[in-house]
């Protein structure tokens, strides 16, 4: 079993959309939760990183993490079609080392 | 304008042929990483390096070698490349260690070994 699971999609949504992108994870020891956006043929880039359970906002992304149910989340308000891409959640104990979920295809229709 | 870049891009080669990915940062950063991506399993970590001459294992380290002999650059070294190591790879750099420094990932070298 995988430590971080996420849901390959692809997501297809309308452009205005709540997005909604989600990953479970098994190891309790993870601290730090991150979400990377990559664009096809690019190296992913670091959206947002939360540390402690609870929602952090930045523009029309929000992340929240809820810890006791090993779940964080992604949500893209007013989604565009620049937000086509795929979504990686990652989560680290300690140091450098990311641990990735498979990532999430997300595309949004003009 | 601040960047971690890969050479080549993409190499198709075949079973046993040694090659060389390099990854060049140009922002002083002390750690610096390699990734493959595949299919269904993101990211996962090959090798790391906290700076110069200090390198170790991440997930993933079979059939791969690493050295940091310079602060900015840090080739990623197949030996005797299998198909299995057909996937695509990321450099990525980070000021510092620690989970809260960002880390800045290359465009990617796509490899295929045949």
């Known amino acids: 079993q995988k430590e971080v699971e996420q849901d390959p999609g692809p997501l297809s949504v309308p452009e205005g959309a709540i997005v909604s992108l989600n990953c479970t994870y098994s190891?309790?020891?993870?601290?730090?939760f991150m979400w990377y956006r990559q664009y096809s043929r690019k190296g992913p880039e670091l959206l947002m990183y939360?540390?402690?359970?609870g929602n952090k906002e930045d523009g029309r992304f929000t992340a929240q993490v809820d810890k006791s149910s090993k779940y964080i989340s992604l949500f893209i308000r007013d989604s565009q079609p620049s937000d086509s891409a795929t979504y990686l959640c990652?989560?680290?104990?300690?140091?450098?080392?990311?641990?990735f979920g498979g990532g999430t295809r997300l595309m949004v229709k003009p | 304008e601040a960047q971690v870049t890969q050479n080549p891009r993409y190499l198709i080669t075949v079973t046993g042929k040694k090659l060389t990915v390099t990854c060049s940062q140009n922002?002083?950063?002390?750690?610096m990483s390699w990734y493959r991506q595949d299919p269904g399993l993101g990211l996962r970590q090959i090798y790391y390096?906290?700076?110069?001459?200090?390198?170790d294992k991440g997930d993933v380290p079979e059939g791969y070698k690493v050295s940091r002999k310079e602060k900015r650059n840090f080739p990623l070294i197949l030996e005797s490349p299998s198909p299995n190591q057909t996937s695509l790879y990321f450099c990525?750099?980070?000021?510092?260690?620690?989970?809260?420094?960002?880390?800045?990932f290359g465009p990617g070298t796509r490899l295929t070994v045949t």
């Open positions: 990525a750099s980070s000021l510092s260690t620690g989970p809260t420094y960002e880390q800045y």
């Open positions: 190891n309790s020891a993870f601290q730090y």
């Open positions: 939360t540390y402690s359970s």
């Open positions: 990652a989560m680290n104990k300690a140091g450098n080392m990311l641990t």
């Open positions: 922002m002083n950063h002390e750690y």
């Open positions: 390096s906290m700076n110069v001459e200090v390198t």
